[in-house]
């Protein structure tokens, strides 16, 4: 059985202050034990150290938003896994749609991120996703199976095990409309199957893949029920303690 991963992409969300009041209004929501069910904050660069800090003592891990290849060095605006690393990063989102469409980043590119950040020691959680005329032209298939092929180049069978892929179709996110739990696992099942002909089958059922896209308490618990459908990658309904909250229980029952 796979464990559940539910974390919350802040986006360009919340201030040093308003990251205090997020996180102790979920220190106080997640009054119930967690049991398979792991809890992920991705709180903004700058909000990294104080959120780090109000989480010790509790199941929530923490998580970045984004990150760079390189080391260190000349990269104005950059972070590298290291500086993750050292602030207490264990995950990091990489290639999300907004990053692909509004700072053009590409397979390849979002490749080189995933590998550097497994050779850290973090985990990435990887984003692929069909446009609305993608799926339109009844091209999902191919759009998500060359995504996945392509942020996963040259990653070993092991390393695979260590990545989750998040499968957030963009029509889907931030719109209210999400995919419904037969869409989303239709997809899951693809990435499954696509990672047991790359790796092998004891590598595809030990992935987890994550469903994102206008998840909310009132359609978590019928998505999470889907065989293929192990979390959940929350933008909108991560921003506000009781919403996520409701989120994390549904991954419970
Ligand atoms: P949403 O965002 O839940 O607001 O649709 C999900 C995401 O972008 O990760």
Redesign the pocket.
């Known amino acids: 059985m796979r464990n559940k991963v539910i974390a919350g992409?802040w986006?360009m969300n919340k201030d040093v202050h308003q990251t205090e009041d997020l996180i102790n209004g979920l220190k106080n929501a997640l009054d119930f034990e967690l049991k398979n069910v792991t809890v992920v904050v991705c709180p903004p660069f700058t909000s990294l150290e104080t959120a780090v800090r109000l989480i010790k003592g509790t199941p929530m891990l923490l998580g970045a938003q984004n990150m760079y290849f390189e080391d260190e060095g000349a990269f104005t605006g950059e972070v590298s896994a290291k500086m993750l690393q050292a602030v207490g990063c264990q995950y990091v989102?990489l290639g999300?749609?907004?990053r692909r469409q509004l700072f053009r980043e590409t397979d390849d590119f979002i490749n080189k991120k995933v590998k550097k950040a497994l050779a850290a020691g973090i985990i990435p959680i990887v984003?692929v996703g069909e446009t609305l005329e993608e799926r339109e032209k009844n091209i999902t298939h191919q759009i998500v199976s060359s995504q996945v092929k392509g942020v996963l180049k040259d990653v070993s069978a092991s390393d695979t095990e260590r990545v989750i892929i998040?499968y957030?179709p963009v029509w889907?996110?931030?719109?209210?409309r999400?995919a419904t739990p037969q869409q989303a696992e239709e997809v899951h099942l693809l990435i499954r199957e696509l990672i047991s002909v790359l790796y092998g089958p004891a590598t595809a059922e030990r992935l987890i893949i994550q469903y994102?896209?206008?998840?909310?308490p009132d359609n978590a618990g019928d998505l999470l029920a889907q065989p293929d459908i192990d979390g959940a990658?929350?933008?909108?309904?991560?921003l506000k303690a009781d919403s996520f909250a409701a989120i994390i229980k549904a991954a419970i029952l």
């Open positions: 992409n986006k989102i999300h749609s907004e984003c998040a957030e889907a996110i931030g719109t209210g999400n994102g896209g206008s998840v909310k990658l929350v933008g909108g309904a991560c």
